[in-house]
């Protein structure tokens, strides 16, 4: 018999709570999974801490873990320094990373590099991070870099709070669960061209995902908890996804690469999710798919379609088509080795309706 040598690790969250009042239950959640000895509770200095950092840490102490609260404003080496600091200094066993994406980036990377577990307590959905086993930091020039962490073991997902935050959050959400169209695209492309490894499981249930958001987005509305919902799952389920590709890959290709780069030169970038979505019209052109359907769905939903929309001048639109291929340079994409030309950029943004 021939050998088979193929060797796989997928991290996945084990207990996924999503719904109504969910926050109540995590005294219990930890219980469930054994988790023993003192909690850390990463969450922000203000929104986040009132509506519910300082909940989970009530909760915590009567299901008689020993908490401690810290407080991020930012995501940086300093910062995660100093909370992996005060972690091991406490000697504590687990952390909850309660709130948007900084603090559960920073809760999942502080907890990977000390070893212990890590809960994900999202209070926005405005991105896939919340599921997943990457985090990203930004570099001095703010260049992004993207990390292999841990997946949480828990996600506990209150749409009860969740609903109640900004719509422009969950809106943005929606934009990085449809980018998963053209990152699949790219995926299968690298495949193709540079032999890139390739989970067709991964990018059925990723393309199956940005299909929720698409079929439903006449539901996703302002305060509505049932589109909180719908949202959540989308983006835990792409979190999965990256968890069984073991790469972000099918959730982030060119679409996440143009997002990238206007994070660099942009003076005030836009959402993540604000971005990828226009991103993903761009990309789905470049393509030859049906970008006004996407264009369509995230109008539709409320988020942003144009250069206008994101707050961002149309020169740095274009500047960030043509510079896009050089971030992840190794990660293959449609935008190829040598990206766009200044011309072809235009272009594409115009024939999009990105830019006038
Ligand atoms: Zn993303």
Known sequence: MEPCEKVKWMQLPREVLVG????????????HLGLRGGATVVTGARYTRKIAGERVVEILADSGYEVQLVEVQAINPDSIERVREIIKENKMSFVLGVGGGTIIDTAKITSFELGIPFISVPTIASHDGIASPRASIKGDDRSPVSRQAQAPLAVIADTRI??????????????????????????????????AEFSSYAAAL?????????????????????????VVKALVSSGVAISIAGSSAPASGSEHKFSHALDMIADKPALHGEQC????????????????????????????????????????????????????????????????????????ALATGVIE
């Not at 109504?20 to 219980?31: D, Q, T």
């Not at 900004?166 to 695209?185: E, H, K, Q, S």
């Not at 409320?302 to 510079?323: C, F, V």
Request: include cysteine; hydrophobic fraction near 40%; proline fraction near 2%.
């Open 20 to 31: 109504h009042g969910v926050l109540e239950e995590i005294g219990r959640v930890c219980r």
């Open 162 to 195: 969740i609903s109640s935050a900004p719509f422009r959050f969950t809106a943005a959400g929606c934009g990085d669960i449809l980018a998963n169209y053209t990152a699949v695209r790219d995926w299968q492309l690298a495949q193709r061209l540079q032999n």
């Open 206 to 230: 990723s393309e199956m995902t940005a299909n929720m958001i698409l079929e439903n987005a006449a539901k996703i509305k302002k305060r509505d908890e049932k589109a909180a919902w719908t």
């Open 277 to 348: 979505g226009v991103g993903t019209i761009m990309m789905s052109y470049l393509y030859g798919d049906d970008w006004q359907r996407i264009r369509d769905t995230l109008k539709e939903i409320g988020a942003p379609t144009t250069a206008k929309e994101l707050g961002i001048k149309d020169e740095y639109i274009i500047e960030a088509l043509t510079i896009a291929h050089k971030i992840n340079p190794e990660r293959y994409t449609i935008l190829g080795e040598s990206g766009l030309t200044k011309e072809a950029a235009v272009r594409l």
